[in-house]
């Protein structure tokens, strides 16, 4: 009998579209994917050049459990030099992609019943995480008109004897949001453990990000190599966590994980050190594909009201098409041949929506949307 903890588990929905697609793709179908968070690019030279070197001087053996010590020094001094905080290297663990990083986080933070707060919208797989490990996502409603924002007051009222964190994600996966300094600084001061999932930090257009260590230090943050740097198959995350937490942390890595993959975190090393002029030109790609995309998708009938600037997400109100968002998602896949992720798959908050990525080339956007707004047309809805 399959426990209930996995039962209860729900499908990661965009993956169902992308699989879905796939299907369709071996039997000749031509398909625009706009549905699937992975940048389009190689890894910066640097990072190969890394992994050729590591693997021909023998770096293929287990590391610390941690992670290599230089690469928790490069972390280290990254957040540093980017954010102006001090951060230990003896408290980053070095994981095997940040979902791995995710579990052992909540593992040491989650008994029966403690509750998370978590936005809703919010990325799909959070609260699978809480509830395989026994916990309760509580959510709190973020809004379109408000650009998605957390509203501090609306988490103070969720706020109870079995809280144990709240979950920020900025920038932020679906909505593409970027929490303000002022909205972070007030979070933070509100009470239980922050936990801030930074996997999308570096790629923001409009303004400066920060990271929630700059406000408090009972902070468990989230980050890796796979957006920033196009590193999504080498899997190579971590965790920054405060003190008193590492010694359990590393007992789950040796006894779960033993250590992280020894060529990835070389290539890690060689990303921090050497991978910024390849990160900016990416960077910039990135903002005129969202400058197009968000322009493009006005013109064909959708409403967005406060443009995302981070991430590689436009989050957009399809209400008007349908209330449905997984069937709407499923007949533009089968009728227009463009993969497109239905915001139920990012809670009951984002019912209703689309959430479209421009992690692929402007030609293939430029034509999967001329695809929906054929689609559109032949609906009735132009």
């Known amino acids: 009998m399959i426990p209930k903890r996995v039962t209860e588990m729900t499908s990661f929905i965009v993956m169902d579209v992308l699989e879905k697609a796939q299907e369709m793709e071996r039997e000749g179908v031509d398909i625009i994917h706009l549905e699937v968070g992975e940048p389009d690019f190689a890894p910066p030279g640097c990072v190969s050049a890394a992994i050729g070197r590591a693997l021909r001087d023998g770096h293929t053996h287990y590391t610390h459990s941690l992670g290599m010590i230089e690469l928790r020094e490069a972390i280290a001094e990254h957040y540093g030099e980017r954010y102006g905080v001090s951060v230990d290297p003896a408290q980053v663990v070095v994981s095997s992609g940040t979902s791995p990083a ?10 029966r019943g403690s509750e998370v707060i978590i936005s809703d919208p919010h990325y799909a797989c959070y609260p699978n995480f809480i509830g395989y490990l026994e916990g309760k996502a509580v959510r709190v409603p973020v809004y379109e008109e408000d650009g998605f924002q957390y509203r501090p007051e609306a988490i103070r009222r969720k706020i109870g004897d079995k809280t144990r964190a709240i979950l920020i994600n900025s920038p932020a996966n679906p909505t593409g949001m970027v929490l303000t300094a002022e909205r972070m600084k007030e979070i933070a001061a509100c009470g239980p453990y922050i936990i801030s999932d930074e996997i999308y930090h570096g790629l923001n257009y409009g303004g400066d990000e920060h990271s929630v260590l700059e406000f408090t230090d009972r902070a468990f943050v989230l980050n890796g190599f796979s957006k920033l740097f196009a590193m999504t198959g080498l899997r190579l995350g971590y965790l920054i966590a405060p003190p008193p937490f590492i010694p359990a942390l590393q007992k789950i890595q040796q006894n779960f994980f033993l250590a992280p993959n020894s060529l990835s975190q070389v290539a890690g090393i060689a990303a921090l050190k050497e991978g910024a002029q ?19 998708l006005r013109s064909i009938g959708f409403s967005i009201p406060v443009e995302p600037t981070g991430a590689f997400y436009v989050f957009v109100n399809a209400r008007h098409l349908s209330p449905d968002s997984h069937k709407l998602a499923f007949d533009i896949l089968q009728k ?7 915001g139920i798959d990012f809670g009951r908050g984002g019912e209703g929506f689309l959430r479209f990525s421009y992690a692929n080339s402007i030609e293939n956007i430029r034509e999967g949307l001329k695809r929906l707004e054929r689609y559109l047309h032949e609906r009735g809805a132009l």
Do not use: K, N, Q
């Open 102 to 111: 995710m579990l052992t986080m909540f593992s040491v933070l989650l008994e």
């Open 278 to 296: 390849d990160v900016a030109r990416m960077r910039d790609i990135y903002d005129g594909r969202r400058c197009f995309m968000i322009e493009r």
């Open 336 to 342: 227009a041949h463009v993969g497109v992720t239905p």
